[in-house]
């Protein structure tokens, strides 16, 4: 690795650590509050995420899957930037759509679709994200979940690296779990 691309990780990292250590719901915040806060997840994992050659493009497509992905929230996202690349969501994405995502959001209410999805887009450089429960060990990407008032995630980095996925390695330590 090159010394600049090393220090770019590590100027990431302590900005990653800040954020995420401010991102905090309150014990009584509605779900739309969790929400918010869960999309600026979705929006920094994918900073921390490098995709294979052949998918870096112009654009980066966050989709989401389930009629109102966290809340609508995930849909604010689209006026934000990724390493110089203009974010576009969709939201909610078609199951025709799901293989042209860089990001794919499965919300909890969609738990009965998680195997299918997850098998149709089997070692596709999608970055899989949901707020189900055990997300990570039924073969997804990333899982939130709520924990003593904050927003908190595991890893299946398996299924990241047989995406051709990788995810940095500040975004690995904030984990709670990491499947190896």
Known sequence: MCANKGNRW?????ALVALLS???????ADERTADQVKAGFVLNF???????????????LICGLGSQSLSGNLELLAARQVDGRDIRVLAPVA??????????????SEQQQISPVLRDLARGPVL?????PDFTRHGGMIGMK??????????NRVAARDAGLH???????LADEVLQ
Do not use: M, N
């Open 22 to 28: 401010t991102l905090v719901v309150a014990g009584h």
């Open 10 to 14: 590590a100027l990431r990292g302590a």
């Open 167 to 173: 995810l940095s390695s500040q975004l690995l330590k």
């Open 46 to 60: 994918s900073k921390y995420t490098e995709w294979p050659q052949a998918e870096r493009g112009s654009e980066l």
């Open 128 to 132: 899989t994200v949901s707020d189900a």
């Open 95 to 108: 199951s025709a759509d799901l293989h042209r995502c860089q990001v794919l959001f499965i919300a909890a």
């Open 146 to 155: 709520l924990r003593g008032g904050r927003v908190r995630f595991d890893i």
